[in-house]
């Protein structure tokens, strides 16, 4: 079956310091997958996204390498700021599936 | 573009009554919307998935004839809590996907509304 396994937080980081959350997956098929992240009060906003092994998605300085052979895409970011606290969720889409499989989020404060 | 609303942000109501949320796309059509659940530190999970037009499909462990789905038109869902209890308080969040070719098949998240049942 589908499901993603994300690291489990809180993460708690001080300005300017690197930022790796890991997430891992299983699929049945070739999957699409996504970071999603949800700022205080907000919905699911799409941060970035792969749909193919060895993509890299990026967006606002994050990135996220597709790592077929470990079924990885964990996400990075050099130097987080306090704009960027907030839950990221890793999510994957099969191709024969309708819906997005989420992990458990993980929740990060930036410290100044 | 692609924004998703939802209505209302909170609502509180008493143990037996029902309760209706809307999720809207307000600048594209939703061929597809989705209804998720989030309890307190935990995932979303997806409840049912939503046609413009047809019956709701249910997941697995989900009663249908207590999370009532509409989806009338291209644009609007409804989601109603029928005789609901303090088991049923969470976060609901609705996303929606647009036409093919458009937007793609990319959900788009509403910002989700707490649900608190005395």
């Known amino acids: 079956g589908n499901s993603v396994t994300q690291m489990e937080g809180p993460v708690t980081l001080s300005e300017e310091a690197f930022l790796t959350i890991n997430c891992t997956y299983t699929?049945?098929?070739?999957?699409?997958l996504f970071w999603y992240v949800q700022y205080p009060g907000e919905g699911l906003q799409l941060l970035l996204k792969?749909?193919?092994?060895?993509d890299k998605g990026s967006n606002k300085g994050f990135e996220a390498t597709y790592r077929k052979e470990t079924t990885s895409f964990h996400l990075e970011k050099g130097s987080v700021q306090v704009s960027d606290s907030a839950v990221y969720f890793c999510?994957?889409?099969?191709?024969?599936?309708?819906?997005?499989?989420f992990g458990t989020g993980t929740r990060l404060t930036v410290i100044p | 573009g692609a924004v998703v609303s939802q209505h209302p942000s909170r609502v509180i109501c008493k143990s037996g009554t029902s309760v209706k949320i809307e999720c809207r796309s307000l600048d594209f059509q939703a061929t597809t919307m989705f209804w998720y659940r989030q309890f307190p530190k935990q995932s979303l999970m997806l409840m049912a998935t939503?046609?413009?037009?047809?019956?709701?499909?249910?997941e697995q462990g989900v009663e249908k004839d207590k999370f009532l789905i509409n989806h009338a038109s291209l644009t609007l869902s409804t989601l109603t809590v029928t005789s609901a209890h303090p088991e049923d308080s969470s976060f609901y969040i609705c996303s929606a996907r647009g036409l093919a070719g458009g937007l793609g098949y990319e959900q788009y998240f509403g910002p989700g509304t707490r649900l608190t049942v005395t």
């Open positions: 939503s046609n413009e037009g047809s019956k709701a499909t249910y």
């Open positions: 699929a049945t098929g070739y999957p699409s």
């Open positions: 999510a994957l889409s099969d191709p024969g599936a309708n819906n997005l499989f």
């Open positions: 792969a749909t193919k092994a060895d």
